[in-house]
Every structure is written in structure tokens, then in C-alpha cells.
């Protein structure tokens, strides 16, 4: 039952900077742990960026670390994803995921917003 909707995705140039959003339903989002995966043709997936139940604690993919960042706002049910200094290998589908229990397993997706970084 849970829902997540993103939004935020677009095309950007080299160098430039987007926000996505992630909308979830229900009234127990604040004991979510929350998540962004991204995905290019033709390889895994790859996670970007995670975030506690009352945001304090963060974690970002090497690849993001530094230029990426997650927050959330409980009161809105919305975790968001800052994204600058974008490359063109961050070109992909963005996804958010949610981990409704215990031990931080992500089983709730939303459907994928397209993020195109072109040169």
C-alpha cells in the first residue's frame, strides 16, 4: 500500500544542478528509512544516497559524495535529492525507495524519474 511518486527529473547541462522529489503516502513516513537508487542502460544499479527516519544520518555512493545531497521533510512526507555539479555519467533513471522496518531492506519503489546530463 505504501506509494512513492517522484519528480524533479529533466535535462541539465554539464556543470548544472537539479532537485528531485519523492512524494510517499501513508501516515508512518517518519519511521521510513529512505533511499535513491539510479540506473543506466545497461548496468546495475547503483545506490546514490540514504537517509535515517529523522534525517540525522546520511550516506551517499563514492560516486555522488561531495557534489549530491539528501534531505527530508517529515512534515511533507518528502525526501528530496539535491543534485550539482552534475557530470554526464550521472545520467540515468532516479528512484526512490523506502525501508519500512528493521534492517534498512528497501522493498518499496517508486517508478523512476529520467535524469539526462548532456556535454
Known amino acids: 500500500q505504501v506509494q512513492l511518486v517522484e519528480s524533479g527529473g529533466g535535462l541539465v547541462q554539464a556543470g548544472g544542478s537539479l532537485r528531485l522529489s519523492c512524494a510517499a503516502s501513508?501516515?508512518?513516513?517518519?519511521?521510513?528509512?529512505m533511499a535513491w537508487f539510479r540506473q543506466a542502460p545497461g548496468k546495475a544499479r547503483e545506490f546514490v544516497a540514504s537517509?535515517?527516519?529523522?534525517?540525522?544520518?546520511?550516506n551517499y555512493g563514492d560516486s555522488v559524495k561531495g557534489r549530491f545531497t539528501i534531505s527530508r521533510d517529515n512534515a511533507k512526507n518528502t525526501v528530496y535529492l539535491q543534485m550539482n555539479s552534475l557530470k554526464p555519467e550521472d545520467t540515468a533513471v532516479y528512484s526512490c525507495?523506502?525501508?519500512?522496518?528493521?534492517?534498512?531492506?528497501?522493498?518499496?519503489w517508486g517508478q523512476g524519474t529520467q535524469v539526462t546530463v548532456s556535454s
Open positions: 525507495a523506502a525501508a519500512t522496518g528493521a534492517g534498512l531492506v528497501y522493498a518499496y
Open positions: 501513508g501516515r508512518t513516513f517518519s519511521s521510513w528509512a
Open positions: 537517509i535515517s527516519r529523522s534525517g540525522g544520518n546520511t
